[in-house]
C-alpha cells in the first residue's frame, strides 16, 4: 500500500493536469423490490424517509400519460398504492417543501385518431399522441394522500427542479410552445404565497441536466442546449453553472469529465454523485455511460468510483441516509423497467469528514474558461 501511495504520488508529481482520479472507496449494489408499474418518464422525491414515484407514461390503447403515484419503504422494501395525481403527465418536476410534494410541468401524451386513405382508396384509423407541454402544478400531501391544484408555472414546459431557502427554482428544460425549444429559463414558486417570480435565466441553455443544491448554491451539470457553445461537441455540454441565490448570480466553474445528458446528481455530505447518462453526436454511436464520478465543490475536484455493471440513462435517484436508490427508466428503444438498486455509498449523511486524499492526490481541471 506504501509503495502504491508513493507511486501515485510520483506521478502526480510529473503530470501537471490528471482528468479523473479512481481514489474513492468503491460502494456495493443490492436489488430491490421492484416497481409495480412498468413505465417510463416518472419522477421521484423523498418524503419522511420514504421515496414517492409519481406519473410517466405507458403505451397502450389509451391516453400514454399517466396519474400513478407509487410509494417506496426502504425499511421494508415494500411499495404501496396511493392516491392518483389529478394531471396524467409525464416527465414533470417534484419538489418537497415542508413535507408536501410539487408536481410541477411536465407533458400530456394525449391520444387521437386519424383515417388514412391508402393507394387502393382504404380507408384505414391510426391511432397517434399528441404531446401537450403544461404549466400544472399540483401539491400533494401525504399526510391525507390528497391532491390540491396550485398556481400554474408562467412557462408551460419539461423542467428541472430544486429548492432553496423554502423556494422552488424550476430550471431549463423544454417547451414545445416556444421556438428556441430548450430553454435558460429559470422561475421561482413559493409555496407559502402560491405564486410565481420571474429568475435569474442560466447562461446557457439546458435540457436533460443533473440539479442539485449544496450549501445553499444550485449546481446545473451537463445536459444539452442551442445555441451551440463554444469548444463543446454539438448540443451535448459539459460545463456546469452554479448559482448564488443571496448574489441572484450563474456563474460557470467548469466542467464534468464526460459531455452528457440524462444523468442524475445526488448530494450526499456536500459531494455530488454524478452517475450515467450519455452521449450522441452526428456520425457517432450513442454512447451509453456506466460511470460514477464524485464532484468536490469546495476543491472543485472530481474523483470516481467503478463502473456500474450496466449503463443507465433517464434513471431517478433519491438518497437515503449515503444510501443512492436507483429507479430505471426506459431504454433507448422505450422499453420501461421496473428495476430498483441501491448503491451503498459507505458514507453515512451528516457525517463531514475531511477529504484527506482529496487534498494528497489532486484532480482535474479547474476552472479557467467562462463561457457567456
Known sequence: ??????????MLTALSVI???NLAADGTW???????????????????GKIF?????????????????????????????KADMPTPRTDAATSVVDGKIYAIGGTALN?????????????????????????????????TDTWTPRADMPTP?????????????????????????????????????????KGKNMNHARAGAAVNVVDGKIYVMGGTGLPLIINHPGPFLSSIEVYDSKRKH????????????????SVINGKIYVIGGYFWNRGQRTTDFKTIEIYHPRTRRWTQKSDMSVARIGHKAEVINGDIYIFSDA???????????????EERQGVNPVDKLLKTWGVIKKVDRHHR
Open 157 to 197: 414546459r419539461n423542467t428541472s427542479t430544486c429548492v432553496v431557502d423554502g423556494k422552488i427554482f424550476a430550471i431549463g428544460g423544454t417547451s414545445d410552445k416556444i421556438k428556441s425549444f430548450r430553454l435558460d429559463t429559470v422561475e421561482v414558486y413559493d409555496p407559502g404565497t402560491d405564486t410565481w417570480a
Open 111 to 143: 391520444r387521437f385518431e386519424v383515417d388514412v386513405l391508402l393507394p387502393n382508396n382504404e380507408v384505414i384509423r391510426l391511432r397517434r399522441w399528441k404531446p401537450e407541454d403544461l404549466p400544472t402544478v399540483e401539491m400533494y400531501d401525504p399526510d
Open 250 to 265: 450563474w456563474r460557470e466553474i467548469g466542467d464534468m469529465p464526460t459531455a452528457k445528458s440524462g444523468h442524475t446528481a
Open 53 to 81: 414515484a409519481i406519473g410517466g407514461y405507458v403505451d397502450g390503447l389509451g391516453d400514454l400519460s399517466l396519474p400513478t403515484v407509487e410509494v417506496y419503504d426502504p425499511k421494508t422494501d415494500t411499495w404501496e398504492r
Open 331 to 345: 431504454s433507448h428503444n422505450d422499453v420501461p423497467f421496473t428495476t430498483v438498486e441501491v448503491y451503498n455509498t
Open 30 to 48: 443490492q436489488q430491490k423490490a421492484n416497481m409495480p408499474t412498468p413505465r417510463s418518464g416518472f419522477t421521484t422525491c423523498v418524503v419522511n
Open 1 to 10: 500500500m506504501k509503495m502504491r501511495l508513493a507511486l501515485g504520488i510520483l
Open 19 to 21: 482528468k479523473v482520479v
